[in-house]
């Protein structure tokens, strides 16, 4: 069983930057892939990063590419997610979720683990 708890959500401008922390409970957490999702009011849940066990591995959605950076730190149970330049449409409920593999994954069904959110709001 894994506990997840994402912070560093909040409103920030256009073109601002934030950086998303998901802490892990468990001793297994080098054991997970870890990915970023997110969803917009009205909006189906989407995948915005991942990254395998061992973070050398990691893979972005096109809107992501350039601007967001997933990174964990094994040793302290904890991943990342800094994202710069942000837009408007960036504005989401961001969650973390850790996958039952090793291995980078960007579908919702592959992940066993979910924390509650963070929101996400950038202004124009």
């Known amino acids: 069983q894994v506990q997840l708890v994402e912070s560093g959500g909040g409103l920030v401008q256009a073109g601002g930057s934030l950086r998303l922390s998901c802490a892990a409970s468990g001793r297994t957490f080098s054991s997970y892939a870890m990915g970023w999702f997110r969803q917009a009011p009205g909006k189906e849940r989407e995948f915005v990063a991942a990254?395998?066990?061992?973070?050398?591995?990691?893979y972005y959605t096109d809107s992501g590419k350039g601007r967001f950076t997933i990174s964990r730190d094994n040793a302290k149970n904890t991943v990342y997610l800094q994202m710069n330049s942000l837009k408007p449409e960036d504005t989401a409920i961001y969650y973390c979720a850790a996958a039952r593999f090793r291995s980078v994954r960007t579908n919702t069904d592959e992940y066993a683990y979910w924390g509650q959110g963070t929101q996400v709001t950038v202004s124009s």
């Open positions: 990254i395998n066990w061992s973070g050398i591995s990691t």
